[in-house]
């Protein structure tokens, strides 16, 4: 079936059920504060809930790089495999926690496991696929990210029927059941001849470790890169964790219905954004090497006034439109980094590459929950949401001003 030449979408098919449980699992916690603080005491502080939502970001940035490494030196069938089976056994865990450094080693934990994922999954849909497909393919397996998001605002709807214990412990299940299928269909694309970061016998491995970081490091193109991967997840990353709680302070609903109403309306639009981001970076770079670039700009932009919106709008149509032009922009930029980084940087590296990319953005992540989470609780939310835009801004002039690609795939001389 891998050498089908119906396998690269059949590829992205299976990885689209990863990418799924990936975002689902980690995003039913945001929406599940109110339920688990009925038991757990510490989780009715605004402060400690972004504490919780941090660690998770923290571990899982420190493990980006190494399982970008990783996934560039071992198999990434079973990389993959192995991710989804532990962070799947985590959140089947988390239906037993009774405190809350349960809950907090346990994320800990799940942010070693998820970090192994997204590397090696998008380095091999973007060594299967050719320039004529690569945005479209990246940006359906990103779609699955969206529903995942999507359905696990449906955490806080589920827990009130049954109980967040149930909920933690059913998504748990279906995770494990899924890395069986795996284990059956998906396969490692077939090495080629060339000599690979880890291939050659006459360089020990820590120098070829440092070879291929030190070739990034020393590509401008690729800071540039990290720069703006950074900045543009500062906003992802507090929509993903704390717009549930704004459309519930803005629109003065219970949490069970502002959960769902927020992440739906990110996802559904995010679906949209990575479809239209991947046609048109696909088709526009055969006509223009910049197309992909031009692309991502795009997406970047129609974040901003999103931004604004979503910060200083306090009525239903607003911060819903907000939503869904923040969803849609966002959506285009997701589906356009990993092509972008193909254009600057060798097939031998992009595993890495995406992996030190995941961190920076991480860790951007990781600071902004906490400092929302203060926000939060200062009443400030929504005029730190609003604030985000001016970096985003930045962020895209140093992007159009320095990302100059002279081909669709980066070539190692």
Request: charged share 10%; aromatic share 14%; hydrophobic share 55%.
């Amino acid at each position: 079936m891998a050498r089908s030449k119906n396998y690269p979408w059949i590829l992205v098919g299976l990885l689209w059920g990863v990418a799924l449980l990936n975002y689902m699992d980690r995003q039913m916690l945001s929406v599940m504060r109110p339920a688990m603080q009925m038991d757990i005491a510490e989780l009715r502080t605004a402060t400690n809930f972004g504490y919780l939502m941090a660690i998770f970001l923290w571990i899982y940035g420190l493990m980006s790089p190494v399982s970008g490494i990783f996934a560039d030196k071992f198999n990434r069938k079973w990389l993959i495999v192995l991710s989804l089976f532990v962070w799947s056994g985590v959140t089947f865990a988390m239906g037993f926690a009774t405190t809350f450094n349960q809950i907090y080693w346990l994320r800990a934990i799940m942010g070693i496991s998820e970090a192994l994922y997204i590397p090696a999954g998008l380095s091999l849909i973007a060594d299967v696929h050719s320039s004529k497909t690569r945005s479209l393919a990246i940006g359906i397996h990103m779609t699955g990210f969206y529903v995942g998001q999507g359905l696990g605002g449906f955490g806080a709807t589920v827990a009130a029927a049954f109980s967040w214990q149930t909920t933690f412990q059913s998504f748990g299940i279906i995770g494990i059941l899924y890395s069986l299928v795996l284990i059956l269909f998906l396969k490692e694309k077939e090495k080629s001849a060339e000599t690979t970061l880890f291939d050659d016998p006459q360089i020990k491995v820590p120098s070829k470790l440092f070879k291929g970081l030190a070739l990034l490091f020393s590509n401008i193109a690729f800071w540039v890169i990290l720069f703006y991967f950074a900045v543009v997840s500062l906003p992802g990353w507090a929509c993903k964790n704390w717009l549930p709680t704004l459309f519930a302070q803005d629109l003065k609903i219970p949490m069970a219905q502002a959960g769902p109403l927020s992440t739906i309306t990110i996802a559904a639009s995010s679906f949209l954004g990575v479809i239209i981001g991947g046609v048109l970076s696909d088709k526009w770079v055969q006509k223009n090497i910049m197309g992909r670039v031009y692309t991502s700009a795009i997406g970047m932009a129609l974040t901003i006034p999103s931004l604004l919106l979503v910060g200083f709008g306090h009525t239903l149509f607003a911060v819903i439109s907000a939503a869904l032009c923040f969803g849609i922009g966002y959506g285009i930029f997701d589906a356009n980094n990993m092509p972008i980084l193909c254009q600057f940087v060798s097939s031998k590296y992009r595993a890495t590459a995406y992996g030190l990319m995941n961190m920076t953005g991480v860790f951007a992540g990781a600071l902004i929950t906490s400092l929302m989470g203060k926000s939060s609780d200062a009443g400030n939310l929504g005029k730190d949401f609003a604030m985000l835009a001016g970096i985003v801004l930045l962020a895209l002039i140093l992007q159009l001003y320095f990302l100059r690609p002279k081909d669709n795939d980066f070539a190692e001389v």
